[in-house]
């Protein structure tokens, strides 16, 4: 199947240029593919980097919005231009690992699955608080990811995910969570989702106590917005938890014991606290959709 691969992108010059090399050299994408990049009123190197990168692959194509208006612009950019069938979305601060965008695009071969997505891995692996937060979060989300997936009942995207091209032409220009949208029109229309915990992704999360809580303060906001504008909620732990209370306890659990019942109690402390700090959002029922770059999660990334 043909496929379009798309990037959007905000002051990614750190990794942008890694992420190209990596798609054209290690995911040995086809001679028919091409790759779609949005630069979003970038004020770094990232326009220069992806054009001068342009100029000796004609696969690559490049889409320059002078303003920053949010990741909802630069999606529908790529879902009305893509000529792929296959629309593989994935992070500009992110690496796929071997055979990733391989892995993706071939349980497509399944005529019942109308997304695929990958498993996020994070690089954060210190012992500070951060980077505990972030493998805490991430490991309940690949719970999560392989459970629902597994009932057949997945309805959620991540950092890199592939969709049928025609399913979804384009999303509400104020969404925060594209990938949670998209995911629940795939799965409103009928569609399955699948998780591939073999197609690995790394990522780096917030480094920074302030960023990590920025950053799941904007998701959380996108979460209910997400919900108010379908009627249906992204999957998470408390959507799960009336489904398949045993299992999200045995998850509990496990979290517990692998990082120690002080440091979960902090997590899922936090996590409160993250949730109280969106009620002013809520209540004033206005979002944004251009948020404060979190700048610590944008550290060059490795496998």
């Not at 997304?115 to 999560?144: E, F």
């Not at 979460?223 to 108010?228: I, M, V």
């Not at 979290?255 to 606290?273: D, K, M, N, P, Q």
Request: hydrophobic share 40%.
């Amino acid at each position: 199947m043909q496929l379009t691969v798309g990037i959007c992108a905000y002051n990614e010059e750190k990794n942008i240029g890694h992420l190209l090399e990596n798609i054209f050299l290690e995911q040995q994408v086809a001679v028919d593919c091409e790759v779609l990049v949005v630069c979003s009123g970038c004020t770094d190197n990232t326009v220069k980097i992806v054009q001068d990168y342009a100029k000796k692959e004609q696969r690559l194509l490049v889409h320059v919005e002078k303003e920053r208006t949010g990741k909802a612009s630069a999606i529908n950019d790529i879902l009305s231009n893509a000529t792929g069938k296959v629309i593989l979305f994935i992070s500009a601060d992110t690496l796929p690992h071997k055979r990733c965008f391989e892995r993706l695009v071939s349980k497509l071969e399944d005529s019942k699955v109308g997304l695929v997505c990958g498993k996020p891995l994070p690089i954060n692996n210190s012992n500070s608080l951060s980077d505990k937060l972030v493998q805490i979060l991430w490991q309940s989300h690949d719970y999560v990811f392989q459970h629902l997936s597994v009932e057949g009942v997945a309805r959620h995207a991540s950092e890199v995910f592939c969709i049928r091209a025609g399913i979804v032409d384009k999303i509400p220009s104020e969404m925060i969570n594209d990938d949670s949208f998209i995911a629940l029109t795939v799965k409103r229309k009928g569609w399955l989702i699948a998780y591939d915990p073999e197609a690995v992704v790394s990522i780096c999360g917030p480094k920074t106590f302030s960023d990590y809580f920025r950053q799941r303060k904007r998701v959380l906001i996108g979460h209910w917005q997400t919900k108010k504008t379908t009627g249906d909620s992204p999957q998470h732990l408390i959507y799960l938890l009336p489904l398949y209370p045993k299992k999200v306890i045995k998850l509990l659990l496990g979290l517990c014991a692998e990082y120690g019942l002080v440091t979960f109690a902090i997590f899922t402390w936090i996590e409160f606290l993250i949730n109280l700090s969106t009620l002013p959002t809520r209540i004033r029922n206005k979002v944004v959709n251009t948020w404060s770059v979190s700048s610590s999660t944008k550290e060059v990334v490795k496998p």
